[in-house]
């Protein structure tokens, strides 16, 4: 299993359900650790293979991964 850390953009005119929205993204797998309500975004974790399930959920605008760097 291979858990990514993600940033879940909600979408504008679906700001006022936030909620709802991380918790439909919970109810897929999403380890959600912060709602910054402010900005529309959601962060937690997730397994790789469900991130497609995360970008259908109706509110959700985008889904960055995390990536690391290397200096």
């Known amino acids: 299993m291979n858990?990514?850390?993600v940033a879940v953009?909600?979408?504008?005119?679906a700001?006022?359900?936030i909620y709802e929205v991380a918790a439909a993204?919970?109810?897929v797998g999403l380890d959600h650790t912060a709602t910054l309500t402010s900005v529309?975004?959601?962060t937690?974790?997730?397994?790789?293979a469900t991130l497609a399930k995360l970008w259908a959920i109706p509110g959700v605008l985008?889904?960055?991964v995390e990536r690391g760097f290397q200096s």
Do not use: I, K, Q
């Open 15 to 17: 700001r006022d359900c």
């Open 9 to 13: 953009a909600v979408a504008e005119d």
């Open 44 to 48: 937690g974790s997730v397994e790789f």
């Open 25 to 27: 993204c919970r109810a």
């Open 40 to 42: 529309g975004v959601l």
């Open 62 to 64: 985008a889904v960055e």
């Open 3 to 5: 858990r990514v850390n």
